[in-house]
């Protein structure tokens, strides 16, 4: 049976993203978020999106149109019922995850795949609280959704070939590059990419350099696209902080363990680039390096 009608269950930086490029793509896309001010900002988020790729004669204004058509948006659960593939991108907590399967179980039908986009909690412990573990993948995406090629699927022991193949596919008619990760916490490439950026807080205790000469050192010296610091503020201070926990929890190895000024960071509220601070101050043109 082929993937046609989509579900985004959140649409934060991650949902909006997936949502966007899914609607792109000629599925047709249904967006849950919990509240009508939470539908608004996505449904803001992801037009704005659009308008700036047609603003940059990426898109054109037909398509943009057509893309928008194909997108629809709901506080109700009960409306994903009739998807081919629900994919969830909520906050990283196990337990809000699972709670939001259950109701999604009892409603869709038996052909329906659920996906999670996590970044560090197992497909098996999602998967294995429903009653459909077969029909259970990892969707991994990165940000910014639009532009990173990469989708991590994730197969568990319980994924049926026929589920991870049609996961598989679904990522290719995204105009992705799937690469196949067993379920592992981090999958690839959080397992390397998130002891990087934690060792380069740890450094930052240390004092072997400033945040800004860290960022330069790396972008110059290692051709990255962002230094560790910028990269932190992209994805989230908050978020790196649960997924360290997380994979801490899982690993129990020093590497994932979160640097203490990750935590100070995070209890001073400072999420990175979405609440305006983290490493740096967004608030300008250019970031300015915060005291630490
Ligand atoms: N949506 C759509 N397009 C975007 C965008 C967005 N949010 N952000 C940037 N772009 C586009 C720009 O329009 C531009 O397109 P153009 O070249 O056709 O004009 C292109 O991307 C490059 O953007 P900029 O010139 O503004 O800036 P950069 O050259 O610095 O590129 C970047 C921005 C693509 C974000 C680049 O800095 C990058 O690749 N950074 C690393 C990102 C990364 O590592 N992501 C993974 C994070 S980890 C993760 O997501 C996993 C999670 O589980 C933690």
């Not at 939470?38 to 004669?57: N, P």
């Not at 970044?119 to 995406?141: C, E, Q």
Request: proline share 4%; with cysteine; glycine share 8%.
């Amino acid at each position: 049976m082929n993937i046609e009608k989509v579900g985004v269950v959140g649409c934060g930086l991650m949902g909006s993203g997936i949502a966007e490029v899914a609607a792109k793509s000629g599925f047709e896309v249904k967006v849950r978020e919990i509240n009508d001010d939470a539908v608004e900002a996505g449904r803001k988020r992801i037009r704005r999106s659009l308008d700036k790729a047609v603003e940059k004669e990426k898109l054109s204004a037909e398509d943009r149109d057509a893309t928008w058509e194909r997108l629809s948006f709901t506080t109700e659960v009960s409306d994903l019922a009739d998807r081919d593939l629900v994919i969830e991108a909520v906050v990283e907590d196990l337990e809000l995850k699972n709670a939001l399967f259950g109701e999604l179980d009892g409603r869709c039908g038996e052909h329906t795949i659920f996906a999670s986009n996590t970044s560090s909690l197992t497909i098996t412990d999602m998967a294995a609280a429903t009653s459909r573990p077969d029909r259970f993948v990892g969707l991994h995406f990165f940000n910014p959704v639009p532009v990173m090629k990469l989708v991590e699927v994730v197969r568990t022991i319980a994924t049926s070939d026929e589920t991870f193949d049609r996961a598989f596919a679904f990522s290719k008619a995204l105009g992705k590059v799937p690469i196949a990760a067993k379920d592992n916490s981090g999958f690839v490439v959080n397992l390397l990419l998130v002891p990087y950026m934690l060792d380069a807080i740890r450094q930052l205790e240390r004092g072997v350099a400033s945040v800004a000469d860290i960022d330069t050192g790396m972008t110059l010296g290692c051709g990255y696209p962002m230094g560790p610091f910028v990269l932190c503020d992209f994805v989230g201070i908050d978020t790196l902080y649960k997924i360290s926990e997380i994979m801490f929890d899982e690993y129990r190895e020093e590497r994932y363990a979160p640097p203490p000024l990750l935590r100070r960071i995070v209890a001073m509220g400072r999420y990175g680039r979405k609440t305006g601070k983290g490493f740096y101050d967004w608030s300008g043109e250019q970031p300015v390096p915060l005291p630490i």
